[in-house]
C-alpha cells in the first residue's frame, strides 16, 4: 500500500472507530440505566459485542495490534456476559467504562502520533479479574436444556447464546410458543419481517429457523421459538397468516425452577436472537461518512460563488444606473436573481449536510458525568432534553469544553456531598439538567444544577481582593457573578483533581464568544445555579447588515440584530456616564464604535441618530451608526493576529466591490458596554 493509501485507511479507521466507540458508550450507559431498573435488555449487550468485534478486527487489519488485544479481551468479557456465564454487576460495569476509556486513549493516540504504542496492562488485568474472579455455583439443581420439551432437531441446531435465552426465558417464567409459518418463495422474506416485527413486541424472539415444506410448492416454512408474558390467544390475534400453527412448549413447573435459581437475574426482554435467520438479512444503508474537512472545502467554495454573485449584482446595479433597462442589462439582472436562487439552495444543502444532533455531546457528557461522580463521591442525577437540536459540527465540536468545565464546577462547586445534602433536607441524589433548544436563529444550550449556588457576596469579596472591583463599588447580581469569567478568578479554598485551579471559566467565555456566542449566570444561594449558553447555527455564511460608522464600513451579522432605530438625538440620556435611552419600557444602553475602536467621530448636522439594536438571548444594547447601507450574505474570514486582540471584531469579509470590512462580535460590544469599556 502506498504512503497516500496507508494515509486514507487511517483516516477511515479513525472515523470508524469513533463511531464505534461512541456507540458502546452509548449502550453501556443504557446497560446502567438497566440495571437500575432491574430490567436489562440483551440487544443492548449484543450491540456493544458486535462493536468490540468490529473494532478489533479493523484494529488487525491495520496492525494495530494493542487496540486489537484489547478490543479481544473485551470482547470475551461481553461474550460471558451476553450468554450468561457472567451477571451484570456494578463492578463489570465499572470495568467495561474503563476498557472503554482506555480504548478512546489507543484511538487518540493514532490520531496523534500514528501508533497504539501504550501500557494497557492495568486494562487486560481488570478484564481477567472479571471473568475469571470467585464465584460460587448458585445452590440446587441446574436447570437442563433436557427439562424443556422441545423437538431434538431444534435443541441440536440452537447456538449457545440461543440456549442461553431459551433457559433465561424460563428461570423469569415467560411462557413459551413454537410458531410454525409457511411463506410463498417470493415474498417470504417482506412477510418474516413483519411477524417477526409483531412478534417482538409481545415478547422475545429467542430464534427463527428455516425448514422446507412438505412439498416444494408448500413455500418455506419457518419454526419461531418466542418467550412471552402473553397468553396463546394473544398471540394468534396478531398472526395474520392462516397456515400458521402455534404450539406452547411445556418445561419444568415454577416450583422447581424456584429452586433452580431462588435470586433470579435482571428482566431481558424483546430481544432477538444474534445468529437468527432474519438477522442475517441486512438492508442497505443510503448514509455516508464525509471528512469535515471535504465539507470546509465544499463551503469555502460556496461561499466564493457569493462574492462573486454580489459582484455581479453590483455590476447589473451599475449597468441599470447608466444604461437603463436596456435589453441587456435585463436579462443579466434576470440570470443573476436566478443564480441567486440556486445558490441559496445550494448553499442550504451544503449547511444541512454539516448539521449534526447536539445529543452526541450529551452522550459522552453522561459518560464523564458517571466518572467524575465516582471521582468526587457524589450521587448526580443526569437529565437531558433536546438532544435532536441540530448545529454545525464544528459548534458542536468546540462548545465540548466550555460545557465540560461548567458541569466539572457544578459537581466540584454546587452539588453538595450526600450527607451535606441529608442536613439540608434536600434529595441524596443531585441533579445536573443539560437542555438545548432552537430559538429563533440561535441555539441556547442551558447547564443547570441544584446544589449550592454561587454566593454573590463571595465574589465581590474576592473580587476586591485581586483588584476587579472597588469595595464601596454599587453593582448589580449580574455584574458580580460575571467575575468568576475573569481569567485565574476562583473562590475555591483548595486544588481538588476535579477543579479549583483557577482556570476554567474564562475558557468557558473565550471560546463561546470566538463562537459569535454569549454566556449568562443565573444563580440562587441554596438552591442551584443556571448558565445559559446562546450559539449561532451555524458560523459559515451568514446574512448581515452592512452599516457605515466614522467614513469606515462594518458588517453585523443579521442574526444578532433586533431592529433598526431612527430617534431624535435628544432622546439619548446620560445615566451613570453611560448613554442610553429608552425603549418599550425599558432601558437600552448605547455604544459608539468610535469610542471602541479609537475612530475620529464625524460631525453630522442631522437631527436623527440611527441605532442597531443588536444582542443575543435577553442581552442587548444599541449601536449609534452613521448610516445603514445594505445587507449581504457574507462568509467570516479570520483575520490576522493584530487585530485578534482587540475586543468587537469577530473577522472580516469582502463586499461585492472587493472591499474588505470587519465583522464584529456583537457578544464583545455588550460586555464593553456592560463593563463601561473596562477589561
Do not use: W
Not at 426 to 436: D, F, S
Not at 452 to 460: L, M, N, R, S, T
Amino acid at each position: 500500500m502506498t504512503e497516500k493509501g496507508q494515509d486514507k485507511a487511517i483516516a477511515e479507521f479513525l472515523a470508524e472507530s469513533e463511531d464505534i466507540l461512541e456507540s458502546i458508550g452509548n449502550n453501556l450507559v443504557k446497560l446502567e440505566e438497566g440495571l437500575k431498573k432491574s430490567n436489562i435488555n440483551p440487544d443492548v449487550v449484543n450491540t456493544i459485542f458486535r462493536g468490540a468485534h468490529s473494532l478489533k478486527g479493523l484494529s488487525g487489519m491495520l496492525g494495530f495490534s494493542t487496540v486489537s488485544e484489547l478490543s479481544h479481551n473485551l470482547e470475551n468479557l461481553l461474550d460471558s456476559l451476553r450468554l450468561g456465564k457472567l451477571d451484570l454487576t456494578s463492578s463489570v460495569l465499572d470495568g467495561l467504562f474503563s476498557s472503554l476509556e482506555t480504548l478512546n486513549n489507543l484511538i487518540t493516540r493514532i490520531g496523534s502520533e500514528g501508533n497504539d504504542q501504550m501500557d494497557i496492562s492495568k486494562a487486560l488485568s481488570t478484564i481477567n479479574k472479571i471473568l475469571h474472579g470467585d464465584s460460587e455455583e448458585a445452590a440446587g439443581k441446574k436447570l437442563e436444556m433436557s427439562d424443556i420439551n422441545l423437538s431434538s432437531s431444534i435443541l441440536e441446531v440452537l447456538t449457545e447464546y440461543e440456549e442461553h435465552r431459551l433457559l433465561e426465558n424460563v428461570r423469569k417464567g415467560s411462557r413459551l410458543f413454537e410458531i410454525r409459518a409457511n411463506f410463498d418463495l417470493t415474498t417470504f422474506d417482506q412477510d418474516l419481517q413483519r411477524l417477526t416485527k409483531d412478534l417482538s413486541e409481545k415478547g422475545e424472539i429467542i430464534t427463527t429457523l428455516p425448514s422446507t415444506g412438505s412439498s416444494p410448492d408448500a413455500g418455506i416454512q419457518f419454526n419461531i421459538i418466542l418467550g412471552t408474558m402473553s397468553g396463546e390467544k394473544e398471540i394468534k390475534e396478531i398472526i395474520s397468516i392462516e397456515t400458521t400453527t402455534v404450539n406452547e412448549i411445556q418445561y419444568a413447573a415454577e416450583t422447581d425452577i424456584s429452586e433452580i435459581n431462588p435470586e433470579p437475574l435482571p428482566r431481558m426482554e424483546n430481544a432477538a436472537g444474534e445468529d437468527s435467520f432474519i438477522n442475517d438479512i441486512k438492508g442497505l444503508t443510503k448514509t455516508v461518512r464525509v471528512d469535515i474537512n471535504k465539507l470546509d472545502n465544499l463551503m469555502n467554495l460556496v461561499g466564493e460563488l457569493i462574492l462573486n454573485k454580489n459582484m455581479l449584482q453590483k455590476i447589473v446595479k451599475d449597468m441599470r444606473q447608466h444604461h437603463g433597462f436596456s435589453t441587456i442589462a435585463g436579462d443579466l439582472h434576470k440570470t443573476t436573481d436566478l443564480l441567486e436562487r440556486k445558490l441559496a439552495e445550494l448553499q442550504d444543502g451544503v449547511l444541512e449536510v454539516r448539521m449534526i444532533p447536539i445529543g452526541q455531546i450529551f452522550n459522552r457528557m453522561a459518560r464523564i458525568i458517571r466518572k467524575l461522580s465516582k471521582a468526587s463521591g457524589k450521587k448526580i442525577n443526569f437529565k437531558t432534553s433536546g438532544e435532536d437540536t441540530e448545529l454545525d459540527k464544528l459548534v458542536i465540536e468546540d462548545i465540548a469544553d466550555p460545557l465540560m468545565h461548567i458541569i466539572r464546577n457544578a459537581i466540584d462547586h454546587g452539588i453538595e456531598s450526600p450527607e451535606e445534602r441529608k442536613r439540608l433536607k434536600k434529595p441524596a441524589e443531585g441533579v445536573i439538567r443539560l437542555e438545548a433548544y432552537q430559538k429563533g436563529n440561535h441555539v441556547v444550550v442551558e447547564v443547570e444544577d441544584d446544589g449550592a449556588g454561587i454566593d454573590p457576596e463571595k465574589i465581590f469579596k474576592k473580587a476586591v481582593a485581586i483588584g476587579l472591583a472597588q469595595k464601596d463599588e454599587i453593582l448589580d447580581k449580574e455584574q458580580i457573578l460575571d467575575f468568576i469569567f475573569f481569567p485565574g478568578f476562583s473562590t475555591a479554598e483548595k486544588v481538588s483533581e476535579i477543579s479549583g485551579r483557577g482556570v476554567g471559566m474564562d475558557v468557558v467565555k473565550k471560546n463561546i464568544t470566538a463562537l459569535g456566542g454569549m454566556v449568562g449566570i443565573a444563580s440562587e444561594t441554596g438552591k442551584g445555579s443556571l448558565f445559559t449558553i446562546t450559539l449561532p447555527i451555524t458560523l459559515a455564511i451568514i446574512p448581515a447588515l452592512i452599516i457605515r460608522c466614522s467614513e469606515q464600513t462594518f458588517a453585523i451579522p443579521l442574526n444578532a440584530v433586533s431592529e433598526n432605530l431612527i430617534v431624535p438625538k435628544d432622546s439619548i440620556q446620560t445615566v451613570e456616564k453611560r448613554e442610553v435611552i429608552k425603549l418599550r419600557d425599558r432601558t437600552l444602553s448605547l455604544l459608539r464604535l468610535q469610542k471602541v475602536f479609537g475612530l475620529n467621530a464625524v460631525n453630522g448636522h442631522s437631527k436623527k441618530a440611527l441605532i442597531v439594536v443588536a444582542g443575543l438571548a435577553e442581552k442587548k444594547i444599541g449601536i449609534i451608526v452613521d448610516e445603514f447601507v445594505d445587507k449581504h450574505e457574507i462568509v467570516i474570514k479570520p483575520i490576522g493576529k493584530t487585530l485578534k486582540k482587540i475586543p468587537g471584531i469577530a473577522g472580516a469579509t469582502e463586499l461585492g466591490d472587493k472591499r474588505a470590512v470587519l465583522v464584529l462580535d456583537v457578544g464583545s460590544l455588550i460586555e464593553e458596554s456592560t463593563r463601561g469599556g473596562k477589561s
